[in-house]
């Protein structure tokens, strides 16, 4: 019985050692989600650029106050997914595994904050050819567009990013994180970390350039 | 592989207290960033922004993305990316601007 034990924790830890090929890997992925917002980014600078006036004045009517509180929570949400490495590191699973739940926790506030945020908007009939936003002029129209994209497609990676956090709970869970092997959860919380990012720079250019 | 090796190959350990630090930086960096563009003068929020926003952005990067303690490949590949971003920013204004 011994043997096939014996080969299987050589087959680990021969997958173990590639940590920089797994960390260039995950860069990689990240650099194409960089090359994604930043089209979007630069979309919204174009039509901005074009149409100051109506960015601005359509700008004015988010509410900055939760655009500020959900920039929060996910500075905060960072804070504990870079504190659950160290705490992987250092040996303290359960202190980890905390962390991680705090992370997720942060992730469905920020959604639940989000969720209220539309609606106010949905109700308002302000949404992508919405009874409202048609009377409107188009530099409106485009700032509400880029609105519920970027923040929509943000929203989607944040969802995305509690999906797998919650994983890797599972895995710490069970073991498969640990000490000596804790490559995922650091590759996940580069995911998270970056999702943190694109939020830094949307907080600025929607709520609080008016 | 013995402890040495590891922890030349995960980089070092990051002490709490850091990331505590960084956070606490980044929270008042927003703090500032929502007073100038909500109290101050709109030209100086934007000055603001785009001073505040790459900050806070670069601090997320250097220190919770790990990318202080990472080897040369890896900050040169992160800079070749941001900067191809930069560049086609760069080429936006400068279009728009001669329109």
């Given at each position: ?107 469905a506030v920020f959604l639940t904050v989000k969720y209220f945020e539309w609606m106010v908007k ?27 994209t970027m923040t929509g497609l943000h929203g989607l990676h944040v969802i995305a990013g509690m ?48 | ?85 930069v560049v086609f920013i760069g080429m936006l204004f400068l279009d728009s601007s001669i329109q």
């Open positions: 019985m011994s043997s096939p034990v014996a080969h299987v924790d050589a087959h680990e830890h021969a997958v173990h050692r590639d940590y920089g090929g797994a960390k260039i890997g995950m860069w990689l992925f990240l650099f194409t989600e960089i090359i994604l917002f930043g089209g979007l980014f630069i979309l919204y600078s174009a039509y901005r650029s074009k149409y100051p006036h109506e960015f601005h004045d359509a700008g004015s009517e988010l509410n900055w106050v939760m655009g500020v509180i959900n920039t929060v929570v996910l500075l905060t949400s960072s804070l504990s997914m870079a504190l659950s490495i160290t705490a992987v590191q250092k040996g303290n699973r359960r202190l980890s595994m905390l962390l991680l739940a705090v992370t997720v926790t942060l992730g949905i109700h308002h009939g302000l949404y992508p050819n919405g009874p409202e936003l048609l009377k409107r002029p188009p530099g409106e129209m485009l700032f509400f567009g880029l609105y519920f999906v797998v956090l919650s994983i890797m709970l599972v895995l710490l869970a069970r073991g498969r994180i640990r000490q000596d092997d804790y490559i995922k959860l650091e590759n996940a919380g580069l995911y998270w970390h970056l999702v943190d990012v694109i939020w830094i720079f949307l907080l600025p250019l929607f709520y609080l350039a008016a | 592989m013995n402890q040495l090796a590891i922890e030349e190959e995960h980089g070092h350990v990051v002490p709490y207290a850091t990331f505590v630090t960084v956070w606490a930086i980044l929270l008042v960096l927003t703090m500032i960033l929502t007073l100038v563009s909500k109290v101050f003068h709109e030209a100086l929020s934007v000055w603001a922004m785009l001073i505040i926003t790459p900050l806070k952005a670069g601090l997320v990067f250097y220190y919770f993305m790990h990318l202080k303690f990472e080897g040369p490949l890896l900050k040169a590949m992160v800079f070749v990316a941001l900067s191809t971003l």
